[in-house]
């Protein structure tokens, strides 16, 4: 199992910046991929971000140029760099692991963006 704890968000002005991180219970170079998601009030689930075991980075078309996803192997972390917020990623956030072909979630974090 792999438990994820997140932390950061908040409340941010439009084209304002937050960062979001997240603790893995393990060490984050033996998950194959950690990623962010966020769901919107009404709508779905969407990955916003994702880093491979390999660093292989990929992002949502809407958050590309915007956001980056990082690790620090050191603190078994992966974090979140939200610049030029916009009030369409409003959200609630999740940090997510896959680890030997299960998904595994944090409690999720609340992100808003509002004048």
């Known amino acids: 199992q792999v438990q994820l704890v997140e932390s950061g968000g908040g409340l941010a002005q439009p084209g304002g910046s937050l960062r979001l991180s997240c603790a893995a219970s393990k060490t984050i170079f033996n998950i194959n991929r950690m990623a962010w998601y966020r769901q919107a009030p009404g709508k779905e689930r969407e990955l916003v971000a994702a880093i491979t075991s390999d660093g292989s980075t990929n992002y949502a078309d809407s958050v590309k140029g915007r956001f980056t996803i990082s690790r620090d192997g050191a603190e078994n972390t992966v974090s979140l760099e939200m610049n030029g917020l916009q009030p369409e990623d409003t959200a609630v956030y999740y940090c997510?692991?896959?680890?030997?072909?299960?998904?595994?979630w944090g409690q999720g974090t609340q992100v808003t963006v509002s004048s």
């Open positions: 997510n692991a896959v680890y030997r072909l299960f998904f595994y």
